[in-house]
């Protein structure tokens, strides 16, 4: 009896993690700034694009999967009722108008639905309000630079590299920790500007929704609004050659009171001490 029961619940537990695989959920939620282990479904989103994003992908993989199962449906009625055994003497039909309008009007009132959605969440993510912040991305091989602009409180630059797995501290996550990270103030617009001084590179933060190339030559944006502070890893996500898995994106939000500590302390760490030397100007005599 005690085998039987471990038994049903071996196959209880595959079929549940089977339906989550196809349907994109977990039982357990998601983590939220990191990946999780055996995380199926999007991290938590802390940005109202994000939201958005991770409820359109839930609503297609619904869409897809009553497709598959109306297709399943369809082929499995042909199997019973157009076999050889049922119809030993196969129909003749041809042609039959309502049944080759009606797969012609499905197919297009089906990517109608899809696209109404889709062109809503291009249209927010492209369209850039009023920024309170101002953020340049760099990608570099192999590693991510940030420079704040003078004009937005800033005028410093810094770069940004992965922590080596013995030097982590409890609590970091190998791969994804960075020993100096960006840092925006919390329920503000932040514009970051992307680009990348060598290969191809993109810039991603699964929990706020933000994915964007990195191109050389290209002045890529995007932007995000966090609700809520904490640390959130990401990665690049374009392949650009052996040091791509080492590449990660850490963003630290905070309060405003705390950014604007950090911004007075960063203007003093990453201080340039290299400057150009001053150009004198010649005078009339």
């Known amino acids: 009896m005690r085998i039987e029961t471990l038994r049903l619940r071996s196959v209880t537990a595959l079929s549940t993690a089977a339906v989550a695989l ?11 700034g990191a990946p999780s282990p055996w995380e199926t479904s999007m991290q938590g989103m802390v940005t109202e694009v994000g939201r958005d994003l991770s ?6 993989v619904w869409l897809i999967a009553a497709i598959c199962l109306f297709v399943l449906a369809l082929i499995i009625v042909v199997i019973m009722r157009f076999n050889e055994r ?3 003497v196969p129909s003749r039909t041809t042609h039959n108008t309502l049944l080759e309008v009606a ?3 499905v197919p297009v009132l089906i990517l109608v639905a899809i696209a109404i959605p889709s062109f809503r969440l291009l249209r927010q993510q492209l369209v850039v309000p009023q920024a309170d912040v101002v953020v340049k991305a760099t990608g570099y091989a192999w590693y991510w630079g940030y420079e704040y602009p003078a004009d937005q409180g800033g005028g410093f630059k810094f770069d940004s590299n992965m922590v080596d797995s013995k030097d982590l501290k409890p609590g970091q996550p190998r791969l994804l920790t960075v020993d100096n990270e960006m840092v925006v103030p919390v329920n503000k617009v932040v514009r970051v500007q992307v680009t990348a001084a060598d290969v191809l590179h993109s810039f991603a933060m699964p929990s706020f929704g933000v994915k964007v190339d990195a191109v050389p030559g290209r002045l890529n944006e995007t932007w995000f609004r966090a609700e809520a502070e904490g640390v959130y890893h990401g990665q690049c996500s ?27 302390e960063a203007k003093q760490k990453y201080a340039s ?7 004198k100007l010649a005078t009339a005599q």
Request: proline share 9%; charged share 10%.
């Open 22 to 32: 196809v349907l994109g959920i977990s039982e357990a939620a998601a983590g939220t």
């Open 238 to 264: 374009e392949l650009c050659g052996n040091g791509h898995p080492y590449m990660p994106i850490t963003i630290r939000v905070v309060s405003e009171q705390q950014y604007a500590a950090w911004l007075t």
């Open 103 to 105: 797969w012609t009007i």
């Open 86 to 88: 049922a119809n030993p």
């Open 55 to 60: 409820n359109f992908h839930t609503y297609l």
């Open 273 to 279: 001490v290299d400057g150009p030397a001053p150009v």
